[in-house]
């Protein structure tokens, strides 16, 4: 049995995010899912001087060795004003710091949904050029566009979306 990560790149209580990378880990078959909340992992504002006089906090050592101990990760990340929202980059700048390999080759379906017709396509664009950078191995690629007319219920609605989710999952699988 392998085990997965799920997570959002948000911090909201209700994200959209979330919600569809808990979709996407449950299509997974026989991997056991842990679904992470970046609320569980706070973090000062990086800083240089945070990091020379105290260290590295330790939730982002604790979110660096979640991506250790898993066999893939599955992410969705929110989308703000074109790019990562503030919590998730924190984090990721602060991971980076703890561990350069960032995502340690685990394979990844990277995912990002929005309100809007574009779901977010900004934001992968930007992890698809940064986190290989960081050892993402992405094997898997899903954006999903109007987020409110496509998903409800814990799942997509639209047929056509769903199937191709469910390729990239297919994929992702292959790859754990
Ligand atoms: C400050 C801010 C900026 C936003 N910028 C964008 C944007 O650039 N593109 C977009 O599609 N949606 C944008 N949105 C809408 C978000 O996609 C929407 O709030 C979504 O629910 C965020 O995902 P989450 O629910 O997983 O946090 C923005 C929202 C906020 C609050």
């Not at 911090?11 to 299509?27: D, F, G, P, R, V």
């Not at 989308?79 to 394979?107: C, I």
Request: hydrophobic share 40%; glycine share 4%; proline share 3%.
């Amino acid at each position: 049995m392998k085990n997965i990560i799920a997570f959002a790149g948000s911090n909201s209580k209700q994200s959209i995010n979330k919600q569809l990378a808990s979709y996407a880990a449950s299509l997974v078959d026989n991997a056991k899912t842990e679904v992470l909340d970046l609320n569980d992992y706070n973090l000062p504002q990086y800083s240089v001087d945070f990091e020379q006089e105290n260290g590295f906090p330790e939730n982002a050592k604790r979110f660096v060795e979640a991506i250790k101990n898993a066999d893939g990760i599955i992410i969705s990340l929110a989308e703000h004003n074109g790019a990562y929202t503030s919590v998730f980059k924190n984090l990721f700048d602060w991971m980076s710091r703890v561990e350069q390999k960032t995502f340690q080759n685990k394979p990844m379906l990277l995912m990002a949904t929005s309100p809007g017709a574009r779901g977010g396509a900004s934001v992968l664009a930007i992890a698809k050029d940064r986190f290989p950078r960081h050892d993402a191995d992405i094997v898997s690629e899903f954006s999903l566009p109007s987020f409110f007319e496509n998903f409800s219920e814990g799942k997509i609605s639209n047929d056509a979306l769903n199937e191709q989710l469910l390729i990239q999952v297919k994929q992702f699988e292959n790859a754990l």
